[in-house]
Nanobody, 122 residues
Framework: QAQLVESGGGLVQAGASLRLSCAAS????????MGWFRQAPGKEREFVVA????????YYADSVKGRFTISRENAKKTVYLQMNSLKPEDTAVYYC???????????????WGQGTQVTVSS
């Protein structure tokens, strides 16, 4: 059974950095594009960034471009999200997800993690 487990969230001050990790099991990780999404209280889940199966293609939401960096290690079945220059508006639950397509669209992601909370104070 496929499982994605996020870690690395926490409470930080504006301007700080965090690194999220997402460890996969029960799926052929290298066959999947991976994405990060987030959901703030009272808001819909939104796309953050996606990376193709081999890391050759990456797409960032405009809101995080230049501040966040996604990477993956297929040998470790792990995808990372380095978040720098965090802002209060980045506060959300962050989810990683796996898709057989390189896409920004949540319905096309087959598997989802349980989420990790990121809170940025001003």
């Amino acid at each position: 059974q496929a499982q994605l487990v996020e870690s690395g969230g926490g409470l930080v001050q504006a301007g700080a950095s965090l690194r999220l990790s997402c460890a996969a099991s029960g799926l052929t990780f290298s066959s999947y594009a991976m994405g990060w999404f987030r959901q703030a209280p009272g808001k819909e889940r939104e796309f953050v960034v996606a990376i193709s199966w081999n890391g050759g293609s990456i797409y960032y939401a405009d809101s995080v471009k230049g501040r966040f960096t996604i990477s993956r290690e297929n040998a470790k079945k792990t995808v990372y999200l380095q978040m720098n220059s965090l802002k209060p508006e980045d506060t959300a639950v962050y989810y990683c997800a796996a898709s057989l397509s390189f896409t920004v669209r949540a319905p096309f992601y087959n598997y989802w993690g349980q989420g990790t909370q990121v809170t940025v104070s001003s």
